[in-house]
């Protein structure tokens, strides 16, 4: 189907919504895989971004392997961001090279149903490996046709690890290493941790600013953060 045929379709299909009086938006989107043709596609318009932005969500070689890195840097450099779509698929992916490759300037997705374990326990496992060290961008839904979406199980499953990280991380820290400004260790690990761990602490601090006064009082910890 053309892109053409899509946006009317999708048109057509956002009026039935209108008319059945759902109120949601939508917003059209392609999931575009990646080969040498995706350059020319995207500069002749083959193919669409998500909501005519520059943002792509791209998907790659789940059998074999794909030179991620090499798309990644030609779109940027065409002025796109590039979404790597279900990075648990691609076996010869590690956390350490998403961490390169959003460093580049790419996003990363995961799917709900590799979150809630319906992939394997291995699978999942690193999936929140990379939720832990800031790697994932979006947790999404898989649908295409009719399937589950289990975002409402994903999304429990996220914020059950986020605070148990969170909570593991500072209390290493103010364990191990004295609140005082002198200290270079100290200095060395907020720094690992503001590039690894940056979705994290923001949930950690925001947390913190809701419920503060039921907390010991560690103000100083927070703010080194910033």
């Known amino acids: 189907i053309s892109l053409s045929e899509l946006q009317e379709k999708f048109s057509n299909f ?10 949601v938006q939508l917003f059209l989107g392609q999931e575009i895989y990646c080969d040498n043709s995706i350059y020319e596609n995207l500069k002749n318009g083959v193919v669409g971004t998500l909501n005519g932005t520059k943002y792509i969500l791209v998907e790659f070689n789940v059998f074999g392997s794909a030179p991620i890195a090499e798309y990644v840097y030609n779109l940027i ?33 995961a799917n709900a149903e590799a979150v809630i374990g319906k992939y394997g326990k291995t699978t999942q496992n690193y999936i929140l490996e990379g939720i832990a060290k800031g790697v994932v961008d979006f947790v ?7 399937r589950q979406t289990h975002l409402e199980k994903a999304y429990k499953i996220v914020s059950k ?12 820290i103010l364990l191990i290493f004295p609140l005082n400004d ?13 590039s690894h761990y940056k979705l994290l602490i923001h949930c950690v601090l925001n947390f913190y600013l809701r419920h ?3 907390m010991f009082p560690f103000h100083s910890l927070l703010l080194l953060f910033y």
Not at 14 to 23: A, S
Not at 140 to 146: N, Q, S, Y
Not at 163 to 172: A, E, G, N, P, Q
Not at 182 to 194: G, I, K, S
Request: net charge neutral.
């Open 14 to 23: 956002k009026n039935l919504v209108k008319e059945n009086g759902l109120n």
């Open 140 to 146: 999404a839904g898989d649908i295409h046709t009719k």
């Open 212 to 214: 503060k006064e039921k």
């Open 161 to 172: 690890n986020k605070v148990r990280y969170l909570i593991f991380f500072l209390i290493l």
């Open 182 to 194: 002198d200290n270079p260790q100290q200095t060395l690990l907020f720094r690992d941790l503001q």
């Open 77 to 109: 450099e065409m002025g796109y961001t590039p979404i790597i779509a279900h990075f648990e698929r691609y076996s010869y992916l590690d956390v350490e090279t998403l961490i390169d490759l959003k460093q580049m300037g790419a996003l990363v997705q």
